[in-house]
């Protein structure tokens, strides 16, 4: 309310200092941090500095967790305002202390929220220039141990594992190269009353918040982190240690940033081809679902990093392709159909980084049998994408043969009105995809004998498909099948007896009519007199 009336009037909001400066020092520590909580948008419209400062001051030294809780999300909310700029080491400073508290107090709500907010605080600083050497050796020996707390097994990311220009910086700041900066600041000074160190239920039931929290954010980290530190030595095993994970939430925000970081790396996201073959081969679905969307464009940075290659075969290629079949298998025992089909919507990349017969043996097979057995439309005809797209670029000329009786045997020929439509679905895509000589010799005849198909909808779509159809044709050339498009056409007329399919062939007509410019003569037979 008290945001609602400064944000129109801030006249009023002078008025009502005194009320907000009455709500910090309440008894209650749930009005004293919601309170907190909306200086941030209050004192922007006021601009009101040194006031801030001061109510900043006095909440930081309120013991209660909630208050410090609110501190935090109220310095994770002002920061990034431009006017705000000046008050960077004033936040930066109190920021410091209150997660020392947090850790020497065992804290976890804190550190929890602090790592929400962590990535994106250090990027804004540093572009700001807020930040100097101190400061962002700070954030990053923070963000060091929080995405690994609670895993007390992993090996520490600040010994000997880390570059020599990171140990080298943090040995001139003064620092001990076997201690973290946190570590450093916790040791030093902390109250002697604040020795409540979190239980090991706790840190295992709230511990992996932190590191969840840390992998959503890692993109902003990683900005941050690139120009300090060495890819493979200071932030690539960051990666691989929030891809392995034990919980699945944290694996989960990790395989969401997974593309971003790869794609902020440029020529060298390549080099993260493991982490992307083991995101693949996870048992969770939700972690899946985090990198489905963005399968091709990594299979395309691996290509161009000549990890893989659609013309032979690489030392990356059984692993790249056992996990992509590995994980199409998973999703397809699932019940994730959405997921299913935006895999395998990924998989029309694949003739572009995969050779030609690896793709034919290993995937072709696997997507017939999706093609005729799964339940899910959208997933079939996200199979259905992937196989014409393979038929496209094959380049043996048996294999294409293979693949044409296939789709003409078990789907044109179908028992199933599916399994039909969908033939009639991939004859479509082969129109807009390959040439009209290609469709005429291969494909032409059967779709043309489908206006026969017992089933009122199948005839629909053929009917549609007549002016691509008759535009693939040329009449110097391809008279005889003008006159079979033509009898065709007249037959279904003369015989069809379902309102919808009549429709459906005026309209066609109609719009056959329009693409020859009023006229097209078959056989001294005009299109609108059928």
């Known amino acids: 309310m008290i945001k609602f009336f400064i944000a129109r009037s801030p006249t009023l909001g002078k008025v009502l200092t005194p009320v907000i400066t009455t709500l910090l020092e309440d008894p209650v520590p749930i009005v004293r941090g919601t309170m907190c909580q909306q200086l941030g948008p209050i004192y922007h419209n006021f601009q009101s500095k040194e006031q801030l400062n001061n109510y900043l001051v006095g909440i930081y030294k309120d013991n209660n ?52 907010y962590i990535g994106e605080i250090a990027k804004v600083m540093t572009e700001a220039g807020s930040l100097n050497g101190d400061g962002k050796l700070w954030f990053l020996d923070a963000f060091i141990q929080l995405s690994r707390y609670g895993l007390a097994n992993l090996p520490s990311a600040t010994d000997e594992n880390l570059p020599t220009g990171f140990l080298n910086f943090r040995a001139n700041m003064g620092y001990n190269r076997r201690h973290s900066l946190v570590e450093s600041l916790v040791s030093s000074g902390a109250p002697p009353t604040a020795t409540n160190t ?18 959503k954010d890692f993109i902003n980290f990683f900005k941050f982190a690139k120009p300090l530190v060495d890819f493979k ?68 940075v691996l290509t161009d990093g000549k990890i893989i290659s659609p013309d032979q075969p690489t030392q990356g290629l059984v692993e790249i ?36 017969d690896y793709i034919y043996n290993n995937f072709v097979p696997n997507l017939f049998h999706r093609l005729l057995h799964l339940r899910h439309l959208p997933a079939r005809m996200g199979v259905a994408d992937a196989i014409v797209c393979f038929l496209r670029y094959c380049r043996r000329a048996k294999q294409r043969e293979e693949i044409r009786r296939r789709i003409k045997e078990s789907f044109a020929n179908g028992k199933s009105v599916q399994d039909r439509m969908l033939y009639l ?5 082969i129109i807009d995809t390959f040439s009209r000589k290609y469709f005429r010799e291969h494909f032409f005849h ?24 008759k535009n693939t044709l040329q009449r110097s050339e391809d008279d005889k099948l003008l006159q079979k498009l033509d009898d065709a ?42």
């Open 65 to 116: 967790p909630f208050v410090k809780q609110s501190l935090v999300i109220t310095i994770g909310g002002i920061y990034k305002y431009p006017d705000m700029k000046s008050l960077h080491p004033f936040i930066l400073s109190i920021l410091k202390r209150t997660i020392k508290e947090a850790f020497v107090q065992g804290n976890l709500d804190i550190l929890i929220v602090f790592t929400s």
């Open 198 to 215: 979190p239980s090991k239920k706790a840190v295992i039931e709230q511990g992996w918040k932190i590191r969840a929290n840390a992998a």
């Open 233 to 300: 030595l200071g932030i690539q095993p960051l990666i691989g240690d929030l891809i392995h994970d034990p919980h699945e939430t944290v694996r989960a925000a990790m395989s969401n940033c997974f593309w971003p970081v790869m794609e902020a790396l440029g020529n060298n996201g390549h080099i993260l081809h493991g982490e992307f073959v083991y995101t693949l081969s996870d048992d969770s679905l939700e972690v899946i679902e985090g990198i489905a969307p963005h399968i091709a464009k990594i299979l395309k």
């Open 321 to 356: 392709g056992g996990a992509l079949i590995f994980c199409e298998e998973r999703l397809s025992q699932s019940n994730s159909w959405r997921v299913h089909t935006q895999f395998l919507s990924q998989l029309t990349a694949l003739p572009f980084c995969l050779p030609g």
């Open 425 to 429: 679905y991939m004859s479509r895509k």
């Open 446 to 469: 059967q779709t043309l004998r489908m206006a026969d198909d017992a089933v009122a909808n199948v005839r629909i779509k053929v009917v549609t498909m007549l002016p691509d159809m």
């Open 489 to 530: 056409a007249m037959k279904l007329r003369a015989s069809e007896s379902d309102r919808d399919v009549l429709n459906a062939m005026d309209e066609a007509i109609q719009e056959i009519i329009e693409s020859t410019c009023n006229v097209m003569l078959l056989k001294g037979t005009l299109w609108w007199e059928i």
